[in-house]
């Protein structure tokens, strides 16, 4: 949690005694399969007596590229224009002492961003209006889109807190208020290959119009508060295909989006894995009870052959072991206690120190080791903690688990592009279980290596210029900015478990269509590349680091000028020149904005406030918080069809209805040495008791070789009576292993019959367990197998 430190100071903060600027925000956004299109508008009005300077922090995606800015006043639309960041300052402070209208838009970090809205006079408006276009995530065969709504208050550490100009602490925490009147409209059309399947948002309800060939989702509130990420899941009925777009930008010249999906068979292997997990006061509440959960599937799902430790952090860092330690039966039981006796109680997130412990570790393992970050990802020194891991990157792969409704997309999605890893991320009302597994899964199994692509002769810059592992069903997306009237065949090459691979895709001249997508985000993709790649601290080529830097920031300017992109080195401008300037100074007025819903254990409701002014008595960042989960609102094709209903379009369907919340774990309140579980309490929240999932009791059972004692607590489970199990004929002169044998496949056949739904959460363990029992040397029943005896017991 961060400190006093780091509270911003409020020079020209609004209080109950002056008017918030910020009106409303309002999204539109189209989702086209693996990307979005996003406008983004602000309205805001001078209610005060004197010109204002609004100044408002916001975050947008990590990966949009912000390809568009005006200013509307009075109905006159002021284009803006790309230019180097301190030359589009000079521009914006020049109009502002000229008494002219001035609006500015600067990139603090890919996912924060300041609107600086200059000499607004009094009782006038103004609307900001900034459009980017942005890579979207798969998350199984479903598309994620996120929009960040508020920027999470981020730790700073020491060297974040001072220093010549605007402290990181400073610009990444603006001034935040419990309460801000101004709220936020979406609405956003999907049109992806195929038909929409399913559409769900695990953080509001919305409403959804489905038709046969796209879908139209909106807040089923009229405004909702700005204190959470807003996500959507789409599903289509299939997997996109491999495929390939090519548009002529603008500039004449012509992208190519690559997407591949590799498939090829892969083995689980032995590693050395490291979880890092963060204890800071920020992940109070209901994200520690995840992580605590989630790691105690992940270590049932470790193998023999692995070696392992979890390391936690705040403001000072907790190693369980001294260095990783092999996995076994006492490695595996002192784990489980220390895990569900977890607590976010370490402090502040200083990250860096931690993962510099582990990374230094790593570096003398024999293995690549597997670094598994679970974090809400607040921290203000993102550049610094990203180099430490691309420093490493030949010796470690860095997978990242982003928590709670706030999660710095940057951060986390940065390490794993920097560890040759990959991110997942979970919001509350969301089982972390099954997304942890579908991470750890990818950290346990080869990944494609050498990965190359091959243009075939044509001239292309290919971004990324290095590609990093590959994982299979996994989707690679890469870019190409070409020459004009080239066709061809461009092919991914790689080294698989079993030897070399390559997939292919043709390139036709004749398919080249206008646009302003994809060129659009193969310039962000390489400005990202060069921001990330270590142009500015380079390890091979000259060692003249400034001149390299130097370098780099000029090819950022060129490309982000060229394609009309904000970045860390280039901002968007706007100027209203006025025929009758103004001669009052402005008076600087900073937008506070809302604390994260869940920061810190607080809770706060989905909708806002309809009041103009700061609500007297708001509290600014500090003080005790609540946390509350929130369901996912569903809606599917299937269910929007009624009766009656034209074929063509589907009726409105709105999800509401009160939040849900997942089902406690037995994890936090089991004992493996004495195989005790005590009673289940209320679960903070629901003001009563709620039992707890078997799966997880079951789980929670299950020793380090993978198979299950035949014991009460497993007969209870399974619902079956233990005296029943243990008086059968089992057949077998070993009677321990035989029992052993017979719980081990009662165990997997009730996660088959009983658990088919939560398949994802047990797939490894359940695999762990069915090699356990194809060598076990026990004999079964004559004419019978364990798994033949386990079904006529409990089917």
């Known amino acids: 949690m961060p400190t006093p430190a780091l509270l911003p100071a409020h020079v020209g903060l609004c209080t109950e005694h002056t008017q918030i600027p910020l009106e409303h925000v309002d999204v539109r956004a189209e989702i086209l399969g693996a990307h979005a299109r996003v406008t983004f508008t602000q309205r805001y009005r001078n209610q005060e007596s004197r010109p204002v300077e609004a100044v408002y922090v916001f975050p947008l995606d990590e990966s949009a590229a912000v390809c568009g800015f005006a200013a509307v006043v009075e109905g006159v639309r002021y284009e803006g224009v790309v230019k180097p960041r301190e030359e589009a300052f000079a521009t914006y402070d020049d109009a502002m002492a000229a008494g002219h209208g001035a609006f500015l838009l600067d990139e ?41 709504t508020t920027v999470s208050p981020r730790y700073a550490p020491a060297e974040d807190q001072g220093g010549i100009g605007r402290a990181p602490a400073d610009v990444l925490n603006p001034p935040r208020a419990s309460d801000v009147p101004y709220g936020l409209s979406f609405t956003a059309r999907a049109a992806i290959p195929g038909r929409i399947r399913r559409i769900e948002s695990p953080s509001h309800p919305i409403s959804i119009d489905l038709g046969p060939d796209h879908a139209t989702v909106t807040l089923a509130q009229e405004q909702v508060a700005l204190d959470r990420d807003l996500v959507l899941l789409v599903t289509p009925d299939e997997v996109a295909a491999p495929q390939i777009a090519l548009e002529r930008h603008g500039t004449g010249r012509v992208a190519a989006a690559l997407t591949f999906r590799p498939q090829f068979a892969v083995a ?33 799902s470790l193998e023999a052959g692995c070696n392992f430790n979890i390391v936690g952090f705040g403001s000072r860092f907790e190693s369980l072991f001294g260095e990783c330690r092999p996995y076994d039966e006492r490695s595996l039981a002192e784990a489980a206690s220390h895990v569900a006796a977890l607590e976010a109680s370490l402090g502040g997130t200083e990250l860096l120190p931690a993962l510099e412990f582990v990374l230094e570790q790593a570096t003398r393992s024999e293995r690549i080791a597997q670094i598994v970050i679970m974090t809400d990802g607040q921290v203000t020194n993102t550049d610094a903690v990203i180099e430490a891991v691309r420093r490493r990157r030949d010796r470690v792969r860095v997978f990242t688990f982003g928590i709670g409704r706030g999660a710095s997309h940057h951060l986390v999605k940065g390490l794993a592009r920097a560890g040759g890893g990959a991110a997942e991320f979970v919001y509350p009302g969301e089982r972390i279980e099954p997304k942890m597994v579908r991470l750890f899964r990818r950290a346990l199994s080869p990944a494609l290596t050498d990965v190359r692509i091959d243009w075939g002769g044509m001239t292309v810059t290919s971004v990324p210029s290095t590609v990093g592992p590959v994982f299979a069903d996994e989707p690679l997306r890469a870019y190409g900015l070409m020459q004009a009237g080239q066709s061809g065949t461009v092919t991914l090459h790689a080294r698989g478990p079993s ?16 646009g302003a997508t994809v ?21 091979r080529g000259s060692q003249q680091h400034e001149r390299r830097a130097n370098r780099a920031v000029n090819e950022i300017i060129q490309l982000a000028t060229e394609f009309g992109l904000a970045s860390r080195e280039t901002s968007w401008v706007a100027v209203q020149a006025r025929e009758a300037p103004l001669t009052e100074q402005a008076t600087l007025r900073r937008v506070p904005i809302a604390i994260t819903s869940g920061w810190g254990g607080r809770d706060a409701p989905i909708g806002v ?115 029943d199990l243990v008086s059968l004929p089992l057949g077998s002169e070993n009677t321990d292993v035989a029992r052993r044998a017979l719980a081990t496949a009662l165990a997997i056949t009730f996660l088959e019959t009983r658990e088919l739904s939560q398949h994802p959460e047990w797939e490894l363990l359940a695999a762990k367990a069915a090699r356990w029992l194809a060598r076990v040397k026990a004999v079964p029943p004559a004419g019978e197998s364990w798994r033949r005896l386990a079904t006529r017991l409990l089917v």
Request: aromatic share 6%; net charge negative.
């Open 268 to 300: 689980r292997v032995p590693a050395d894995i490291v979880f890092v997990v963060d204890r800071s006061g920020s992940m109070d509440g209901s994200s520690i009870e995840q992580v605590r959960n989630a790691l105690q599937i992940c270590l049932r």
């Open 108 to 148: 603090e970090r890919p996912d924060v961003f300041t609107a600086s809205i200059g000499n607004l006079p009094p009782g006038a408006e103004a609307q900001i209006e900034l459009t980017y276009v942005s890579e979207l995530t798969c998350e199984g065969d479903s598309i994620r889109f996120t929009l960040p």
């Open 609 to 723: 406030q309809p009041t103009m002014a700061a609500p007297r008595g708001s509290r600014m960042l500090g003080g005790a918080l609540a946390d509350s989960f929130d369901g996912s609102f569903v809606a599917e094709h299937r269910l929007a069809r009624a009766p009656g209903a034209s074929r063509d379009r589907a009726p409105r369907v709105t999800q509401a209805g009160p939040p849900k919340s997942p089902p406690p774990s037995i994890f936090g309140r089991f004992t493996r040495d004495d195989r005790l579980m005590d009673k289940v309490g209320s679960v903070p929240g629901l003001g009563g008791a709620a039992p707890v999932r078997a799966l997880d009791r079951l789980v929670a059972l299950q020793r380090a070789d993978g198979s299950w004692d035949l014991s009460q607590e497993l007969a209870d489970v399974l619902g079956l009576r233990f005296g």
């Open 499 to 514: 030897g070399p691979l390559s997939w292919s895709l043709g390139v036709q001249a004749a398919d080249v269509v206008e």
């Open 519 to 539: 060129g659009t985000l193969a310039a962000r993709a390489r400005i990202r590349e060069i921001e990330e790649g270590g142009s500015w601290s380079p390890d």
